[in-house]
């Protein structure tokens, strides 16, 4: 039997996709909200926002939008960009310029690299004159290659009025990395604002781990022991993915003992099936 059945819960409450009714408010992701919403209203054109992977930056991505509300346009790009012209392209059908349509049957990709970018700059002009900003949210930034990065710091400069193209790169601490290639050093030397979004604390992620049971519907049939959410921390170091994978494999393991509390034994086979247990496995993990 499936635990969700067993305890009861209307879906998987430790799933690994991003849902927008699990969120969770911890002080790291309101920190990093605030910190960004007060880069992107002052005007700064371009962000660096990192952590390591698992501790919730995509999910922060897509919620970005709704906290800066209408007066900014967003483009979220969340999937990795090889050229300068998939990237005017994908900015273009996430500003709403161009429906996903025209750029599916084949037309937009024969409109050369200059009509792209005037088209785009005309885009940000007209927001201008409306008093609106315009933000691109580009995910997975330390996989982007130099040219891609180098085309979003021109594309920012692109205007030089109030009102311009915005840039948030997001990435895992290896941008700062890539951030200091010669080439891209012009570029590192323009990031006006860095935070780093941190993991949850101990006592966050005993709050995370009751907020996601709840949201799932369980109805209060399983809850986590005070022993069993320590050995979460403890193998976990309050990664939310990390959290995710054990909690949802310790539920398992808690359902096949027909248990109505998980204890720190079933955390601790849940551990060594996913390989957390041992010390030095948890950046392994991240990289999963």
């Known amino acids: 039997m499936r635990y969700e059945d067993y305890y009861g819960f209307a879906d998987t409450p430790f799933g690994l996709t991003p849902a927008p009714r699990y969120h969770f408010a911890s002080v790291a992701h309101a920190n990093a909200v605030e910190s960004v919403d007060y880069a992107v209203r002052r005007g700064d054109r371009l962000i660096a926002l990192t952590g390591d992977s698992g501790t919730g930056k995509t999910t922060l991505c897509r919620r970005l939008p709704e906290c800066l509300g209408r007066e900014f346009i967003t483009a979220l790009v969340l999937d990795p960009v090889r050229s ?41 002009s007209s927001l201008r004159s409306v008093g609106a900003g315009a933000l ?73 781990i009751t907020h996601r049971l709840a949201v799932g519907g369980g109805d209060g ?16 170091r309050g990664v939310p993915r990390l959290v995710n994978l054990l909690c949802d494999r310790a539920l398992v393991a808690a359902c096949m003992a027909q248990a109505t509390r998980v204890l720190s034994g079933h955390v601790d086979r849940a551990a060594e099936a996913l390989d957390l247990a041992r010390p030095g496995r948890l950046l392994l993990a991240w990289a999963r």
Not at 96 to 124: K, V
Not at 146 to 167: F, M, N, Y
């Open 84 to 124: 300068e012209e998939e990237l005017l392209r994908r900015l273009l059908q996430e500003f709403g310029i161009i429906s996903r349509e025209s750029a599916a049957d084949g037309r937009l990709p024969s409109i050369g690299r200059r009509r792209l970018t005037g088209t785009l700059c005309a885009f940000l």
């Open 221 to 236: 049939r399983v809850s986590f022991s005070n022993g069993a959410i320590a050995r979460v921390y403890g193998c976990t």
């Open 136 to 208: 691109a949210i580009v995910d997975d930034a330390q996989n982007a290659p130099p040219p891609v990065l180098e085309a979003l710091g021109q594309l920012s400069t692109a205007d030089g009025g109030d009102r311009g193209l915005q840039v948030l790169l997001v990435g895992q601490p290896s941008l700062r990395e890539t951030m200091q290639r010669p080439e891209l050093r012009p570029l590192e030397d323009r990031i006006s604002m860095r935070h780093e979004l941190r993991p949850l604390s101990r006592h966050e992620t005993a709050g995370y």
